[in-house]
């Protein structure tokens, strides 16, 4: 039997070609395949078909610069390909083939964190400026969420902060991953501490693959099976984690951890903008000034008024003019002294009785500073409120279970949002399940609220809050509401 004939065009090196890991085919200037390997082969019939055409057309052109190479680009289906074309003789060319479509992806999925990222950090004042704290927090995790959800097809995550004093990983926003118990920390410690302890403590991102078998997996989102953490980083320094869960299994990629790092880059850089109070401390300097200038106008009036009376020689104007000058120096004091002040308690009626929607009504405040808490406390108990006071949040919960327990559960809980041992947020947590008819009131400064509890607050269906430095009479308004007062 005879030996069977060559292939029409057998390339020496085919061997070579074979394990190359792109396809690869020479095609004649009829636009016929004369040769493919195997990998090349594999492609489907449109992608034959767009291979060919790109070669038969760079043949044509080779005809005028037989030493020139010729890279394409194009589509096929859902996959991406290149495309480099070289002459092979007169009147055929060699190309080959490589699926790009991960390294597409991933570019476009790197461009699309980058559009996404620079949306994060335009913060325009004239957007930021008339807004509260609550609702700048609110907007920027709303963008964190929208991208969170489309890069990683809306698998539960948080975003914890590093309290640089006690290195504590405090939440600050949180999308199906269950919290901590109240009570309960985790910290920037390489033991101990979960996996985000860990991220947090190198700087280096884990992709948890099996929860079930992970012994640094503290448990977040039931039923998780596998986690991405990575590091949130300022300049190589390390001010938080972000953390996304999957009830499946290995559900996390390399190309996953890459963009995750990317985009949490771009977080750090915006949570700190929002730390500084860039806007913030340029609007406080004209808050403060409008607040001065509302103080002064009673006292300015009295001045005037006691001034003309020693004039014109009345009794009793040297004593007017003492009490004016003290009603001076008490309200610069308050309106200068920052958010830990109450002001305008001069102002409230001298004769006023007892509130009938505040009268006989259970209220604790919490708030580590004592001039604030008993301030309020003492016109709780002017307007007939039955009031104790404590000074941080353990203390403050515990009071909450000890008189419901005894039987007189609290009807009103006010608490500062920063406290040394809880924030705001785990006081409102933690009051409303043990007595969820209590109602509740949350006070803040104008600054940075570092665990976003107004927004989490907010997003469980708390509305009240109080910003300070507050009047009086505002604060009787908000307690009145509280209990049923119209608005």
């Excluded at 290149?82 to 479509?101: C, H, K, Q, W, Y």
Aim: aromatic share 6%.
């Amino acid at each position: 039997m005879a030996e069977s004939a060559p292939h029409p065009y057998r390339h020496d090196s085919g061997d070579f070609f074979e394990n190359v890991g792109a396809g690869v085919g020479v095609v004649d200037h009829a636009g016929e395949v004369v040769w493919m390997s195997s990998r090349l082969a594999e492609h489907s019939p449109e992608t034959l078909r767009i291979f060919t055409e790109l070669c038969s057309e760079a043949i044509v052109q080779f005809k005028s610069s037989p030493t020139m190479h010729m890279r394409k680009r194009f589509a096929s289906g859902k996959n991406f390909f290149e495309l480099m074309i070289s002459p092979a003789s007169d009147r055929r060319a060699t190309g080959i083939l490589f699926d790009v479509t991960n390294r597409t992806r991933l570019s476009e999925r790197l461009e699309a964190i980058d559009l996404a990222g620079a949306d994060l950090l335009d913060l325009d004042a004239q957007i930021v400026n008339p807004l509260n704290v609550a609702e700048r927090l609110a907007l920027l995790e709303g963008k964190i969420a929208n991208t969170m959800r489309a890069q990683f097809a809306d698998q539960p995550f948080e975003v914890r902060l590093r309290n640089r004093k006690t290195e504590q990983l405090e939440l600050v926003i949180g999308h199906g991953i269950d919290p901590l118990r109240i009570g309960e920390s985790i910290f920037a410690r390489g033991t101990g501490n979960g996996i985000s302890g860990l991220v947090a403590s190198t700087g280096e991102s884990y992709i948890g693959r099996n929860l079930d078998a992970d012994p640094l997996y503290i448990p977040g989102l039931p039923g998780a099976r596998s986690s991405l953490t990575v590091p949130l980083l300022l300049r190589d320094r390390v001010i938080g984690v972000v953390n996304v869960e999957s009830i499946q299994a290995d559900a996390f990629s390399d190309e996953d951890r890459m963009a995750l790092e990317t985009y949490g880059r771009y977080q750090a850089m915006a949570l700190n903008i929002l730390d500084m109070l860039i806007v913030e401390r340029s609007t406080t300097s004209g808050r403060v000034s409008l607040t001065l200038r509302e103080e002064m106008i009673v006292p300015q009036q009295r001045l005037r008024d006691a001034t003309r009376d020693l004039a014109a020689g009345k009794l009793g104007a040297y004593e007017n003019l003492e009490a004016a000058l003290e009603t001076l120096g008490a309200r610069i004091r308050g309106a200068t002294s920052g958010p830990q002040s109450v002001l305008g308690i001069d102002r409230l009626p001298r004769d006023r009785s007892v509130d009938p929607y505040i009268k006989g009504k259970r209220i604790l405040v919490a708030d580590d500073d004592a001039n604030v808490r008993e301030t309020i406390q003492g016109l709780l108990q002017e307007a007939g409120g039955i009031v104790e006071n404590r000074a941080d949040g353990g203390a403050t919960l515990e009071l909450v279970r000890r008189a419901k327990d005894e039987g007189r559960p609290f009807e009103l809980v006010i608490s500062d949002v920063r406290m040394p041992d809880r924030n705001g947020y785990e006081v409102f947590r933690g009051t409303r399940e043990c007595t969820p008819n209590c109602a509740f009131l949350m006070m803040t400064g104008f600054g940075y609220d570092p665990n976003h509890s107004i927004v989490r607050s907010t997003q469980d269906g708390l509305n009240n809050f109080l910003f300070k430095p507050f009047q009086a009479s505002v604060l009787l308004e908000e307690v009145r509401k509280a209990f049923g007062a119209p608005e």
